[in-house]
């Protein structure tokens, strides 16, 4: 769900961050070391089936949050290619419990990292970024870690943006209806550096035997609190240098 705060930084991808090095402790609990193994398990499945995985996405990663949630590291899920919607669309969520949006960028690897990455070598193998929306549904509890991991934090579909080569984190407005719901000046201090989070991934999926490879996108957690989605809704994103996005909730209200 939501993304971890970060302190100031000159750029959004080569300083170090101390509190995802080593993946931020790798889960003490092993209850959600497993759970991140079955939802791992549950994806193998999926895709043995014929699913595309695309990448991973970063969730309940705010310091309350990960205290509400029992965690000292935040949540990790996956991203399918199914699960993609193309910006401008109009998508259908009448039939979804709790629909929300969360604003975020995405990263690009160019390049594998390896499990226990330096700062150095999570950052060089950002290659691309874009303006991305995930799109959630809140089935259940926000405190009971496990249960989210295995239900893939609440995963549901991701907006991502036109690509551009990697640059510093620029300012993000988001905008409701045509009206600016948010401005984002620092999207560093909502979700800690682009370097710290391929760090986290990296070090969480080796744990687990899995790799961060190179071609796989992740979405950096969310840049405002998330957003209720209601029929007619119309959301955009857009940032200096970066293409814009829309989508729209079919519907009226």
Request: proline fraction near 7%.
């Amino acid at each position: 769900m939501d993304g971890a705060p970060g302190t100031a930084a000159t750029n959004g991808h080569s300083r170090d961050d101390d509190r995802y090095r080593d993946g931020m402790g790798m889960w003490a609990r092993g209850d959600v070391r497993q759970a991140f193994a079955d939802q791992l398990a549950g994806l193998a499945r999926a895709t043995d089936a014929g699913a595309e995985a695309i990448g991973w996405k970063i969730g309940v990663a705010t310091p309350a949050s990960m205290t509400a949630a029992g965690i000292d590291a935040p949540l990790v899920g996956h991203l399918l290619a199914s699960g993609r919607v193309e910006p401008g669309a109009t998508i259908d969520v009448a039939d979804w419990a709790d629909p929300r949006l969360e604003p975020e960028l995405a990263v690009y690897l160019g390049a594998d990292v390896p499990s226990r990455a330096t700062p150095e070598e999570a950052s060089a193998a950002i290659t691309e970024i874009s303006l991305a929306f995930e799109l959630v549904d809140v089935t259940g509890s926000l405190t009971d870690a496990p249960a989210m991991l295995r239900g893939n934090v609440f995963q549901r579909g991701v907006v991502l943006g036109e690509r551009a080569p990697v640059q510093p984190p620029p300012a993000v407005t988001v905008l409701i209806d045509g009206e600016v719901h948010s401005e984002i000046a620092d999207p560093v201090a909502a979700t800690g550096t682009y370097a710290s989070l391929v760090q986290h991934l990296a070090a969480v999926l080796g744990a687990q035997g899995r790799a961060l490879r190179a071609g796989q996108v992740i979405i950096t957690g969310m840049l405002t609190p998330p957003i209720q989605l209601a029929p007619g809704t119309r959301c955009a994103m857009r940032a200096p240098g970066l293409a814009a996005i829309e989508l729209a909730i079919a519907g009226a209200r």
